[in-house]
């Protein structure tokens, strides 16, 4: 490849050894805009546009514009070109992202037509949006008029951010981020101040898209197999020819130190879980900027080092602190601002003990520095980064995201892409500096936090009234803005009007298509998709087999793994009693976390973090698929009948080569000898869980609602209900009373826990083991001796599903101090082999179609969902983050009632199809893989039911999708005229809401629901 090619100059060529690619480095001479291309033998390639966008104030103008950019453009002026790609592309990531200083347009697929088709889209849109005043309206903010006339703002993303400011720990981040930025970028919320937002114009949110759109301030990453000559071929022809040089936006100015601490104190919202009376206190650093990988990896060594597992030298001090109930849940370091910011903090700590939290940090830090550490400590932090740099993940999308957020750490802030992304090199200088300095790390610990002068403590409290004082300047300012502008009406008018004009869009003046006209059918020709003809084979099943050990049956899965080793421990907990299930998400918290009866537990932890890369402990239950035949594992070695629709307590541990024997045998040596008896150690653990899962109704609410209303129908549904739904809420907050009038009642409950221990010990096992095939051969010989005491995983005759339990009603609400609120409709129905394809086809028409306009178009929610699921014989709808969740219950209905005559062309049905048909390409990684196929055993699903699954997804019709369409319009209508209280009222569905009382008084919301049940709050 020349050097100048395609009007880009190529800067560098690295070989990045330690990825298996080459590192290529290009910039457009004529506008400015920068490339770097990790072109490797990857076929998921994955793109990137990434701008700078540092905000000015709390407007969330950067947040509005990442979602109206994609809210039509010039080549594509549709009123929501994201959607229909989402709905049509084979994609394996379609996302955006605001950050703090930046905004990021990343999406990725395996086939390269379908990746330039999502590359034009996404180009076209970031480089060209229409950015149309009634997209501003629809995804920023808008009045509109209430049942009793009273105006009041509403809007995507205004809406969405109310619902971030009601959870406490995001507030105490966002207080202690801006105590340590003061007169930085960072001071100001990206994300937007809902009370900032409804004050940004039209006009400031152009000029911002003028200022850092252009391409001057862009910087495209790419990865993957495509050639770079070719992508750059595409940038040059689609976007940047169009394009004049024009001025770069200033970096982001270097951070002035503070020449001494600071002290701030702040309030956040206090939820349903949170004692008003007790504080969350912070100390937090400004460290070295995050583009230097060098000084990157002494923080996160540091952070190993010092807070790395529960044994780790000051984790135990902060656990044992006698002040405080409980460890601040983000605690260490953040890498994604300019500079790297690192947080020690306490929760839960009485107002008159407020004065000894700095003392406490500060004098843990320095003896620790004075006293140094023992070799194993510093062995162990070295390990867990090692799996940090070994371990391939896929959290939320590809592993190319991990490497485009590294490099564009440093990128966007005026270095190289590689200055920031090579993380491997710098561990390997990490560990020569400490093999030259023994004292390495006590020097870490003096210069980036005791003499560290930018260093501030934080305290929050938390506040009951916080949200109700932001609704109040929100309705000020409704107020004042209807009073200026006359009349509601000649602002936006009402969500059906915006949505209509948006749906209407004008003439664009550079294409000459009438938006007016654009139809949905239009569309897809508009944006192109690929044909069924194209679609690419899915991943063929995981090589494994079957052996037994004694009488306990191993899953064998020999995958390249890079030197890890993955351990399943599956345990049936389906013999016990539904008394005891509401404690098994304490005991999957206590079981890797207590000691043992000879050996404390910050030394067993201390222990586990240096054999393994993680030991953790997971509810795990599964249903069962619907199948004309019974599924067949193994040639039926393995009976489905003795391991399907059950529920099970999974343990699970990873290891490198050279600590697998010693790892196995601690782990079953610590499963015969656990101990529940320290008290002071239990309580902790229980705090934190109890703290731990307290926000989730103002975060999780629709998967607090799905599970809730599905336990009307499933057995698999109830135990998760019970585990991390509404009645784990509740177990935990009412346990944590009983701990507060009776303090000994922790002695209680550790019997218990040794009670349920004993049971689960004598219940049988399962074992899965992933990993390279020498290390497989390790593993067997290890767990030849220890699994002799255990027996097969009998099905037991009775236990927690067999018991009668009390039924939700047709519709539950749940008051709750929330923002904004969610909710689900269930409706059980039962997939044939056939129908159940086209069911998966028309949860994504409902969800990226009637149901997106309706709810979060029209109605201001943040997110909406649809899917079915076969195991559990339910189709599950959900909102997220609603302002009116009683009203999108009935537009969930509607929807339904109004798909069945909704036209559908065979092009519209293609490309639904080939969109549906990505679900099941997401390429996994082997760890997940081995995962994945040890779920769908549990579940009941073969290679070839899911093959027939595949199949029915490609050959779905029209005809099939309305026979579902029909048969949820009946259930949900008939659930409408039925008695709550009568067991009818669950064959016609069931529905919940989490929502503020002040929804639930408005009461025309649930005109035509079923009749209401008000339930505690929560």
């Known amino acids: 490849m020349d050097n100048l090619i395609h009007g880009f100059k190529i800067i560098s060529k690295t070989a990045l050894d330690e990825m298996q690619a080459e590192g290529v480095f290009a910039r457009h001479c004529a506008t400015g805009l920068e490339v770097y291309h990790i072109h490797n033998d990857d076929n998921e390639n994955l793109f990137a546009f990434a701008f700078m966008t540092a905000p000015e104030n709390g407007s969330g103008v950067a947040h509005i514009l990442e979602h109206s950019v994609l809210c039509g453009s010039k080549n594509y002026p549709l009123k929501d070109p994201f959607l229909i790609l989402s709905k049509q592309s084979v994609k ?37 949006p229409l950015l149309k005043r009634e997209t501003f309206e629809q995804e920023g903010h808008r009045l509109e008029l209430d049942e009793a006339g009273k105006p009041y703002f509403s809007g995507v993303v205004l809406n969405e951010m109310r619902g971030a400011y009601a959870d406490f720990d995001s507030g105490v981040d966002r207080e202690l981020r801006y105590s340590l930025l003061q007169n930085t970028v960072y001071a100001h919320d990206s994300g937007g ?48 020819r169009f394009f004049e040089p024009a001025e770069k936006p200033s970096l982001i100015p270097a951070i002035t130190p503070y020449p001494a601490p600071r002290v701030f104190s702040a309030t956040a919202p206090a939820g349903e879980g949170k004692n008003p009376g007790k504080l969350t206190v912070t100390m937090n650093w400004l460290l070295p900027e995050s583009a230097d990988i060098d000084r990157l990896m002494d923080c996160m060594f540091l952070e190993e080092l010092l807070l790395g597992h529960d044994g780790a030298p000051l984790q135990k001090r902060l656990l044992d602190c006698p002040f405080a109930e409980d460890v601040y849940p983000y605690n260490g370091g953040q890498a994604d601002l300019k500079n790297i910011c690192f947080t020690l903090g306490l929760a839960d700590i009485d107002k008159s003990a407020e004065g000894q939290f700095e003392a406490f940090i500060l004098s843990g830090l320095e003896e620790i520095a004075r006293n140094g550490f023992e070799p194993q400590l510093i062995e162990t932090a070295l390990n867990s980064l090692d799996f940090y740099n070994r371990e391939i993940t896929r959290s939320g999308g590809p592993f190319s995201l991990v490497l485009m957020r590294r490099a564009l750490r440093g990128w966007i802030h005026g270095f190289a892409p590689e200055a920031s992304l090579r993380s491997i090199p710098a561990f390997q200088r990490l560990k020569q500096r400490l093999s030259q300095n023994p004292h390495y790390a006590q020097d870490l610990i003096r210069t980036l936090l005791l003499n560290n002068p930018h260093r501030t403590t ?61 139809t949905d059918a239009q569309a897809q020709h508009l944006i192109p998709h690929i044909s069924k003809e194209e679609l690419p084979p899915v991943e063929p099943p995981i090589p494994e087999r079957l052996e037994y050990f004694g009488k306990v049956p191993v899953i064998i899965h020999e995958q390249p793994t890079n030197g890890i080793t993955y351990l399943d421990l599956a345990i049936p907990a389906d013999s016990l009693s539904a008394e005891d299930y509401a404690y098994l998400t304490l005991y999957t918290a206590t079981i890797s976390s207590m000691g043992t009866k000879t050996q404390p537990w910050d030394a067993v932890a201390a222990e586990f973090a240096y054999l393994t890369g993680g030991f953790s402990a997971v509810t795990f239950s599964a249903g069962k698929h619907r199948t004309a035949e019974a599924p067949v594992f193994f040639d039926n070695a393995l009976r489905a009948e003795d391991v399907v629709d059950r529920d099970w307590i999974l343990i699970r541990a990873k290891m490198l080569p050279e600590y697998i024997e010693p790892a196995v045998n601690r782990i079953f040596s610590y499963l015969n000898g656990i101990s529940f008896a320290d008290e002071k150690r239990l309580k902790d653990i229980f705090i934190q869980l109890k703290n731990d899962l307290d926000p989730l109704p103002s975060y999780s609410g ?85 699994l002799s005491q255990f027996d097969f995983p009998h099905r037991s005759t009775g236990g927690f599903r067999t018991e009668a339990f009390e039924r939700p009603a047709a519709l539950s609400a749940f008051p709750s101090a929330v923002q904004v609120g969610f909710a689900a409709q269930l409706v059980p129905a039962v997939f044939d082999e056939n129908e159940y394809g086209a069911s998966i086809v028309y949860a994504q028409r409902l969800e990226t179609g009637a149901l997106w ?17 076969s195991a559990t014989a339910l189709f599950t709808m959900t909102t997220y983050r609603d302002p ?48 994945a196929a040890f779920s769908r055993l549990l579940n009941g699903i073969t290679h070839q039911a899911r093959m027939q699954t595949i199949e029915s997804i490609i050959s779905c019709t029209r005809e099939r999708m309305n026979r579902l369409a029909e048969r949820l319009a009946a259930s949900v209508s008939g659930s409408t005229a039925l008695s709550t209280t009568t067991a009818g009222a669950i064959s016609g569905g069931t529905a919940a809401v989490i929502c503020s009382d002040a929804v639930l008084r ?8 079923p009749l209401l049940s008000i339930m505690p709050s929560i």
């Open 884 to 931: 009116a969740p009683l009203k999108s219950l009935r537009s969930i209905r509607d929807c339904i009632e109004k798909s069945i005559a909704a036209p559908l062309t065979d092009s519209e049905l293609e490309a639904l199809i080939t969109g549906t048909y990505s679900t099941a390409l997401q390429p996994r990684t082997p760890a997940q893989r081995s995962a």
């Open 702 to 786: 629709h998967t607090l609602t799905a599970l809730y209303a599905a336990s009307a129908y499933s057995g698999s549904k109830r135990a998760e209900n019970l585990w991390m739904g509404i009645p784990q809420l509740r177990f935990l907050r009412g346990q944590y009373a009983a701990l507060e009038q009776k303090p000994a009642a922790i002695g209680e409950l550790a019997r218990k826990l040794e009670e349920i221990h004993r049971k689960l010990m004598r219940s049988g096992l399962i074992v899965k083991v992933c990993g390279t095939s020498a290390d497989v051969s390790v593993i067997k010989k290890a767990l030849t001796s220890h």
């Open 92 to 128: 394996t990531f379609l996302n955006a992202m605001t950050f703090p200083d930046k905004t990021v347009y990343p999406a990725s697929s395996i086939l390269e037509k379908d990746y330039f088709n999502l590359m034009s889209v996404y180009g076209d849109a970031v480089f060209f």
């Open 1002 to 1009: 408005q009461t025309a919301d649930s005109a035509g629901l």
């Open 193 to 240: 101040f809902p009370p900032d937002i409804v004050k940004l114009s039209y006009e400031d949110f152009c000029a911002f898209h003028k200022k850092y759109y252009h391409p001057v301030n862009c910087k495209v990453f790419l990865y993957g197999n495509i050639e770079t000559e070719k992508q750059l071929a595409f940038l040059q022809e689609r976007f940047l």
């Open 853 to 869: 306009e309706a709810i979060r178009v029209k109605g201001g929610a943040y997110g909406v969902s649809a899917y079915p699921d």
């Open 458 to 518: 934080v305290s929050v409290r938390p506040d009951i009234h916080f949200c109700e004082n932001i609704d109040a300047r929100l309705a000020q300012e409704a107020h004042q803005a209807a009073q200026s502008l006359g009349s509601v009406e000649h602002h936006s008018g009402s969500a059906e009007q915006t949505a209509a004009t948006v749906s209407g869009q004008k003439a664009d003046a550079n294409t000459g298509l009438d938006t007016n006209a654009v």
